[in-house]
Every structure is written in C-alpha cells, then in structure tokens.
C-alpha cells in the first residue's frame, strides 16, 4: 500500500511548517507529500483567527518541488472554481517541470462556500461547478495531451480555448496523473472513468468508499476503460501513539476525541492502526491512502508512524 501524508495548512500553517513536514516525510520513507486546496480556517482553527493565515496551494509546491528531492507532490484537491483551466494547466506544468517530474494532480468541484465569499470567489451552484469541473478536466488534459508544434482549442459552455499553443508542457509525459476526489455517486464516477489515474475519496466510512469505488467500476465499464486502471485511495485523519495515553494526548493536540478517531479514522498503537489498514485493504481493494496530519509541529508522529506502521503495509 503507497502511503502519504496529507496536511491541512489553512488550520494555520506557514510555507516554513509544511516545508518541515514535507522533508520529513521525504527522509522518514513516505510516497508522497500533499496538501489541501482552502484558503479558510474550519473548525477550533478558525475559533482561534486561522493565524497565520492561507497559503496559496500551487505556490507552495512550487517552493517544495525546489526545497525537496523524491517524495511525490500534489493537491487533494484543487479546486475547480480557485483558477481558470488554461493558467491551471501552465502552472501545474511549470512545477511539474520544477519538481522533475513528481507533481500529481487532484482537482474537484470547491465545496467550502464560506471561503467563496470572505475572499469574493464566485460560488455556482453544484450542478453548474460539476459542469465547469467536466471541462476543465477536458482543458487541462487536452492542453497536456497536445503534440509539440499543434495546437488545441476548445469551446464549451464556460470556457473557450482558441488556437492555443498549448505550452508549457509537464515534464511527466503524457501528463502528470490525474486525480478525481469527491462523494458524488454519479457525475464523480464518471469524470473518474474518463480522465482520473486515481480515484480519491476522503473521510468517509469503509461502506461508503465500497459503494463509490464499485461506482467507479461501473462507469469505467460503461466506456470500456478496465477498472484496475484506476488507482483507489482513501484519506483518513491519522493519530498513532505508542500507547493510549499519547494516543489520547495527540488527539487533544488537535482538538478530537480518541474513541472517535479509533471508530472513524485511524488511530491507536501501530499494531491498532495496521489491523485498521488491513480491513481497509481486505474489504475496499484500496491502493493508497493519505494520512490527514494535523499537527504540523509534531514530527514525532511522523517518524512513529514511519517506523512502526509502513513496513507491515509494503
């Protein structure tokens, strides 16, 4: 199983925190470092101010492709209303290019529309951001997909490309993966068939990701597409201890209850939270998951996890 970690900076983060949390990643053995896509604190975060404030998701992995050497970069995931689909795609591109080829890209539809209004981001309804998510997944990879020296236009009901060179072109080739991430039962299974390396769904139960993979399944069949093409991942926010009580300590840290995060995340000793990633592998076929990191300032818990976890998964 390919395991990554996953942070939320707008909890209140700094470009030098995740860029802590990203080389630790990277030395302590994991597959990948992301982050979120949100430029407003949730929860006790925002309680408190959400200082130091947003970091902006593609300008912080441009910083890391330079400030990191291996580990696998991404966002899960980019949203949909954030950038227009072409300056996406040539951003992306250019980090990609900077990384040497280890970006990843997650995009969905933008669901948070509190972050919409305090920094005046238009927020369609969910009907018109799926339709404006279907093409700029048809933009970005068709600019990607586009041969040197041709050039790709593209008319559909919010967006049109006329005669673009499409350039820059992504280091990885044909393009970086592609991954879809989201809850929907049709129109995300869909858009995952047709264009997605990586099927992602977050925080959910071992019912609900078995039901939206089999969606996936079926609409890969739809269009004759072999479902195992598809890679399934999962994201669950993680708190391992080396007992109960830094279990316990460790989801205080981050404003959660043990016992909740045992019955709905993944959390417990190492030897709990391996037996939890095998059910999950057993029931759901997953391939990867993301380890939601809270706590960027505890790199302890990094290393445990590290240590003590991935080698029973690999």
């Known amino acids: 199983m390919d395991v990554r970690i996953f942070t939320e900076p707008q909890q209140g983060a700094s470009y030098d925190d995740l860029r802590r949390v990203a080389r630790t990643a990277e030395d302590a053995g994991y597959d990948g470092f992301f982050r979120s896509d949100h430029f407003l604190a949730m929860g006790a975060a925002a309680e408190r101010g959400g200082e130091p404030g947003p970091t902006d998701a593609w300008l912080t ?142 925080f959910s139960s071992i019912d609900t990701v078995e039901d939206r993979f089999s969606r996936v399944d079926a609409a890969c069949k739809e269009i004759g597409r072999d479902p195992a093409a598809v890679v399934r991942s999962i994201a669950q926010t993680v708190c391992v201890g080396r007992d109960d009580a830094q279990v316990a300590r460790r989801a205080r840290a981050i404003d959660r209850n ?19 990633l095998g059910t999950w592998r057993e029931r759901t076929g997953v391939d990867r998951v993301y380890l939601q990191v809270l706590d960027l300032d505890d790199l302890d818990h990094i290393e445990l996890i590290a240590s003590e976890v991935l080698p029973h998964l690999r």
């Open 61 to 202: 992995l441009a910083g890391l492709a330079r400030d990191t050497r291996t580990v696998r970069l991404g966002v899960l995931v980019t949203s949909a209303t954030f950038r227009l689909p072409g300056p996406l795609a040539i951003g992306v591109a250019q980090v990609d290019q900077m990384s040497g080829g280890r970006v990843e890209f997650g995009i969905g539809t933008g669901w948070f529309e509190a972050e919409h209004r305090a920094y005046g981001i238009p927020y369609p309804p969910l009907r018109e951001r799926f339709d404006r998510l279907a093409e700029q997944l048809a933009i970005v990879t068709g600019l990607w997909a586009t041969a040197p020296g041709e050039r790709f236009s593209f008319a559909g009901e919010y967006y049109t490309l006329a005669d673009s060179p499409a350039l820059p072109k992504p280091a990885q080739q044909p393009c970086p993966p592609v991954i879809v991430g989201g809850h929907g039962k049709r129109r995300t299974p869909q858009l995952a068939a047709r264009y997605a390396d990586e099927f992602n769904v977050a």
């Open 258 to 276: 043990a016992a909740d995060l045992r019955a709905n995340g993944l959390a417990g000793t190492p030897a709990e939270v391996v037996d939890r």
